[in-house]
T-cell receptor, first 114, second 113 residues
Framework: NAGVTQTPKFRVLKTGQSMTLLCAQD?????MYWYRQDPGMGLRLIHY???????AKGEVPDGYNVSRLKKQNFLLGLESAAPSQTSVYFC?????????????FGQGTRLTVV | QKEVEQDPGPLSVPEGAIVSLNCTYS??????FMWYRQYSRKGPELLMY????GNKEDGRFTAQVDKSSKYISLFIRDSQPSDSATYLC?????????????FGKGTRLSVIA
């Protein structure tokens, strides 16, 4: 999806390892979000940011940390990965227009924790 | 009860059929309603966006919102095999990034040629 790039696209971690997922956007959007998608569970919000230097917890924040040091980047960290964090992670940005509104999604990061 | 309920399907229809996808919700403050389409191993992409109640049409797609019943629908006319995907409803209270989108679980649709 144009404008939102997630890195990496795939990753396998061992239990207890740490990693950082990067979301980069080139649309100058204020709002950025991290979701996880699991079979039968839909998209669940982990953390989000309403601007550079701000973060807030979503529906399922435990085990994750985030940082928004630059407006264009939103990082999602797993300090000590657990098998329950095996999921597909999506980053999204939010654009509030005069007559329309849309969240743009990245292509996703498939994470497996063994 | 989850804020947004959506039948996960799967739903299988023949090519050319009319498809009806639905979501119900409990938060009467929701005002902005969206439908996203997600192909396998891809990120969701916006299909339709509706503010408050009413209908919106875009080609073969029609979105309906009935706020009195807390019920939204997406209709697909003359369905095509390329419509095979998971359809997610999403909604929010305000046109503000401070109120993130709440998603349904998604309905998996297969259109058979």
């Amino acid at each position: 999806n144009a404008g939102v790039t997630q890195t990496p696209k795939f990753r396998v971690l061992k239990t207890g390892q740490s990693m950082t997922l990067l979301c980069a956007q080139d649309m100058n959007h204020e709002y950025m979000y991290w979701y996880r998608q699991d079979p039968g569970m839909g998209l669940r919000l982990i953390h989000y940011s309403v601007g550079e230097g701000t973060t807030a917890k979503g529906e399922v924040p435990d085990g994750y940390n985030v940082s928004r040091l630059k407006k264009q980047n939103f990082l999602l960290g797993l300090e000590s990965a657990a098998p329950s964090q095996t999921s597909v992670y999506f980053c999204a940005t939010w654009d509030i227009g005069a007559t329309d509104t849309e969240a743009f999604f990245g292509q996703g990061t498939r994470l497996t924790v063994v | 009860q989850k804020e947004v309920e959506q039948d996960p399907g799967p739903l299988s229809v023949p090519e050319g059929a009319i498809v009806s996808l639905n979501c119900t919700y409990s938060n009467s403050a929701f005002q902005y309603f969206m439908w996203y389409r997600q192909y396998s191993r891809k990120g969701p992409e916006l299909l339709m966006y509706t503010y408050s109640s009413g209908n919106k049409e875009d080609g073969r797609f029609t979105a309906q919102v009935d706020k009195s019943s807390k019920y939204i629908s997406l209709f697909i006319r003359d369905s095509q095999p390329s419509d095979s995907a998971t359809y997610l409803c999403a909604m929010t209270e305000l046109n503000s990034g401070n109120t993130p989108l709440v998603f349904g679980k998604g309905t998996r649709l297969s259109v058979i040629a």
